[in-house]
């Protein structure tokens, strides 16, 4: 029933096609893929080198074209991973995702970011598999897809593959290497500072702050985000500390009890993504497969809920989006998303806590 869903949710949405989904990513992606110029030299990028590869490859094309290819990628992506849930996790993690990954199907078929999960999540079943060299160099190319996989390589060397961790550590560096000699040393800064963004994006904690203690400064469009305000170079950096220490104490506290790819992953994720300047409603496809496995790991449904929520936020977000546009409706689904997931990141980070307390309650039972 969960797959007929998403498929008819996908037909749905290709066969509508509001405007304003045409004029968002499908558009970019023909700016870059049809404009000439060499990426991150001539013009700036804001997608890491293995996706501007992908949008150069699908983007030189018409809308409806490029849009249908893109609708492709994320229709493969997101079944890849729910069969790699469904063989190599259980049946119940699968589920899961399928169900928490429908609310976002009104706009992931316009995005690519499942590209990057289904990538970290392959890499891991090879890994597990005895194939480390192919685990490790998938899970650079996620990151090299995507630079939010990176806090996710600590799970290999937690299980103990660590010849798959250095093949990932290795070919990243030398992918990193080749991207800033093509590219120039600019490249980097283009990614990580979303083409030169100066404003906080407005859907992220950083904005929500900001709009609290401003509130008559008004969202302003920059470089295809809503924005507010300015970031300061400072609090830039301290947000990145702070999220450093938080995943770091995440990893070096995880349970070797729980499966690392759940409830820690999860906590990775979540923490990276609610300490970002930005926090688009796509990102929270990056928090569903950790959210799956965990899920079907608990013995309450605390993390299913918690996910379930957080995705149909997304969807609201993109509603108010195509909607009323009202900056306080905004800025209302936006704030409990954030909740949202930094619940998800106390949920993950106290996985294999709970656990311990459930195996021995049963016992004591």
Avoid at 28 to 41: E, V
Avoid at 176 to 194: D, F, I, K, N, T
Wanted: aromatic letters at 8%.
């Amino acid at each position: 029933m969960a797959l007929a869903l998403l498929v008819g949710v996908w037909i749905l949405m290709l066969a509508w096609t509001p405007g304003s989904t045409l004029r968002d990513d499908p558009f970019r992606f023909m700016q870059i893929a049809t404009s000439g110029a060499t990426p991150y030299k001539d013009t700036p990028v804001e997608y890491a080198p293995l996706e501007t590869l992908v949008i150069l490859a699908i983007g030189g094309s018409t809308p409806m074209s490029v849009a249908l290819r893109v609708a492709v990628i994320n229709a493969l992506c997101t079944v890849g991973c729910w069969s790699l849930l469904r063989r190599h996790w259980s049946r119940e993690a699968a589920t899961v995702y399928l169900w928490v990954s429908l609310p976002i199907q009104i706009f992931m078929p316009f995005r690519i970011d499942a590209l990057s999960v289904f990538l970290i999540l392959g890499s891991f079943v090879l890994a597990d598999r005895g194939r480390e060299r192919g685990g490790g160099l998938l899970a650079a190319a996620s990151v090299l897809a995507n630079v939010c996989p990176f806090v996710l390589f600590p799970a290999l060397v937690l299980r103990g593959q660590r010849r798959a961790a250095i093949w990932s550590g290795v070919a990243l560096l030398a992918g990193g290497v080749l991207w800033v000699v093509v590219s120039g040393y600019g490249a980097l800064g283009q990614v990580a500072g979303s083409r030169g963004a100066t404003g906080w994006q407005a859907e992220s904690a950083p904005g929500l702050i900001w709009q609290v203690i401003h509130p008559a400064d008004p969202l302003h469009l920059e470089n295809g985000a809503l924005r507010v305000g300015s970031m300061l170079g400072w609090q830039v950096t301290v947000l990145r500390i702070t999220a450093v220490a938080l995943i770091t104490a995440v990893w070096l506290t995880a349970s070797r009890a729980v499966d690392p790819r759940g409830g820690p992953a999860l906590a990775a994720v979540a923490i990276l993504i609610v300490l970002a300047p930005v926090l688009s409603p796509q990102y929270v496809a990056w928090l569903l497969p950790w959210a799956s496995i965990a899920a079907a790991e608990r013995a309450s449904a605390d993390v299913r809920i918690m996910t379930m929520a957080t995705s149909v936020l997304a969807a609201l977000a993109f509603v108010v989006y195509w909607g009323s546009r009202s900056p306080v409706e905004l800025w209302a689904v936006s704030a409990a998303k954030v909740a949202c997931i930094a619940g998800l990141a106390v949920l993950g980070a106290t996985h294999g806590i709970v656990d311990r307390e459930v195996t021995h309650a049963t016992g004591a039972a």
